[in-house]
């Protein structure tokens, strides 16, 4: 699922790139043949009055009266003209732009001899005397952009430019805009499919980590319901018995209701938290006096199991949520009460560490390898599953207390080697 949405993502890209790229390449394409186009016809207007001025002076002797010029030229091939057709010119012609002047279909002026060989004559004469501006004709070796006039005594004059520079640079732009874009394209696609991977990898990690703890959830919830089935199986197979009777059965069903009861509530809670649902009401509160009321409260439990439960309090202020933070330094305590083995000890701590202030929960308990150091704050992480079930554990509390600690910006972490018992250490930001 996730293969297809990175190269439909992929193909996005290459497409919204594409669409850019023809959009840019057109536009420069566009307007880089607009201004070569205006340069050109701006040179030939130019030329054309000029050769118009050259015209009005009609003196034959003037060596830009082309008519006059070029006839008693072809007139008197012997005549000693120390004039070359090249400079028979009219002034201000420059060097790109050539003029002919031409008669019933023929050159008769041609000073640059530009080569026009097949080059249509007579249309370019029939578009002169329609008033056509510009005509762009080919010819047998290059391409022209002419501008036509008729002339006096039935002559055309026209003036043109070559296309061969112009049509090379915009052959050369398309080549340059298709390769480059082609290139970009490729190195967009790579791109692309490199970012949707990585766009796609947290969206991933937490649909995964959504259906695992799905899964686990419900796993967890399954030995609970089939004691309960079993115990309830057995109860309605002794209908005329009394309820003292069968204790052991009403007992345990008790027991997996609570245990139910405690995970849902765990799972609810993790659920809004993900969701960002789960509202903190932070007020200033003294840590050192809350825990020290909760140690009192949890006292009879570890009394009950043989656990000496200490507590060295000092003041502390912090700005938190005084029911979530009871939560956190609940599950340490509880967790340290029940994994302590009877004549063990628990001691719980208060104080201020600079700006910040600890809250640890150290126990002579088994301890925790270091391997598991990371992974019993991960969701139904147990080292011992059948143990911390039999204790009644949901496999949730340290995930609760890691994500309390964090909403207050503060951090939790274990200090533990097997054998040594384990300290649990909870950081949070002191109120100023
Ligand atoms: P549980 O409800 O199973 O206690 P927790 O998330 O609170 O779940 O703890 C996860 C696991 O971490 C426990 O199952 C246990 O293996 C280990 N653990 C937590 N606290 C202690 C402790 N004080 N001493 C030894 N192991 C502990």
Known sequence: MFKR??????AWYACVFTAILLVIGTLAYVTIRRDLDDEINASLEAAMSGVEQGLVQLDPRSPFFPFARERSDDEHDDDSDDHEPGDRQPPGLSSDVFYVTTLNGKVIANPRRV???GVDIETLEEGAADGEK???VSGEHHRFRI?????PEGMYVHVGRALD???RQLRTLVMVLGVGGLAGLTLSTVGGFWLAGRTLSPIKRSLEMQR?????????LRTPIATVKANNELLLRHQGQTVEENLDQVEAIATEADHMARLVGDLLTLARADEGRLEIEKERLDLGEMVSELVRDVQPLAEARG???????AAALVDGDRARLRQLA????DNAVKYTPPGGKVTVRVRRAGRKVDLTVSDTGPGIAPEHHERIFERFYRVDTSRARRDGGTGLGLPIARWIAEVHGGQIHVDSAPGRGATFTVRLPGAP
């Open 165 to 167: 520079a112009r049509d």
């Open 330 to 333: 609940l599950v340490l305590v």
């Open 134 to 136: 510009y005509t762009d």
């Open 147 to 151: 501008l036509s006039q008729p002339g």
């Open 307 to 313: 656990v000496g439960l200490a507590c060295e309090a």
């Open 212 to 220: 695992r703890f799905v899964s686990d959830a419900s796993h967890e």
């Open 115 to 117: 080569d026009l060989e």
């Open 5 to 10: 949405a990175r190269l439909q993502l992929t």
